[in-house]
């Protein structure tokens, strides 16, 4: 699976959080229940200063590699934090290296096979933040733009 290696700046991020880890399943589910909570209960809506129609699926919180625990936030990019309902939280994704992959598929399947290619690979992960960012530039959801981005050593 071919990457590039990118400088990010930092970037604030709010949206819905859940706990999780990829043990038996259970973030399948559950990033799958956030997204919906996002979407069907109005929360995206309520996030103010977006940067941009794109969303984002961020990881972090790691208790170690992608084997343990960590934390998943559903929702998007934005120029600056606000007071939002206690639902919304804002979290930080560091300026740094990142390895960046694109994918164009299905947001479950494709995303899903990338993320178990990624997890074979010998990248040196940091385990901070590593995220999805959904470019929504097709209304086709069998082949939307899709760049994952890990963060690196270096």
Request: proline share 1%; with cysteine.
């Amino acid at each position: 699976m071919k990457y590039e290696i990118v400088e990010l700046k930092e970037k604030i991020i709010e949206g819905i959080r859940i706990k999780t880890t990829n043990q038996n399943g259970k973030s399948m589910k559950d990033i799958g229940l956030t997204w919906q909570k996002l979407f069907t209960q109005g929360l995206y809506e309520n996030i103010q200063n977006k940067t941009n129609n794109k969303t984002i699926g961020l990881y972090t919180q790691y208790e170690g590699d992608y084997t343990k625990p960590y934390t998943f936030i559903a929702g998007a990019e934005v120029s600056k934090e606000v007071e939002n309902n206690e639902q919304i939280v804002s979290t930080i994704i560091p300026k740094g290296k990142y390895a960046k992959f694109v994918i164009i598929g299905d947001v479950q399947n494709s995303v899903g096979q990338a993320w178990q290619e990624i997890w074979n690979m010998e990248l040196k992960r940091k385990y901070t933040c590593d995220f999805e960012e959904y470019q929504n530039n097709s209304q086709d959801m069998q082949k939307q733009e899709i760049h994952i981005y890990i963060a690196i050593e270096g």
